[in-house]
């Protein structure tokens, strides 16, 4: 069963950036879709951002677009969300997750351990 890992978080201020990484165990399919959700405390994990590994198409939620960006790099099977200008209410704990579609499920069976971000002002 493939083991994703994430890393990359950490503290920030307000404005700052980071750049989360999430690396499969094995390789990563061109039918696969990989991609983040996040959870605060206190709310249910909500979708930020995903990438159809065979096209490398990108998708954002809303209050993201603008500010993150979603690379993957295939040579290494490692995906990567680019995060700028961050914001208070982007703390949260970011998951990696694996799919076979779009739009990701939050019961997709795949995914990391988690890293927090936190944003403080």
Known sequence: QVQLVESG???????GSLRLA?????????????????QSPGKEREFV????????R?????????RFTISGEKATN??????????EEDTAVYYCARDN???MSRT????GRGTQVTVSS
């Open 9 to 15: 978080g950490g503290l920030v201020q307000v404005g």
């Open 22 to 38: 999430c690396t499969a165990s094995e390789r990563i399919y061109s039918s696969h879709v990989m991609g983040w959700f996040r």
């Open 58 to 66: 990108s998708y954002y939620e809303d209050s993201v677009k603008g």
């Open 78 to 87: 490692t995906m990567y969300l680019q995060m700028d200008n961050l914001k």
């Open 108 to 111: 997709t069976k795949y995914w």
């Open 49 to 56: 951002s995903a990438i159809r590994w065979g096209t490398l």
């Open 101 to 103: 579609s779009y739009p």
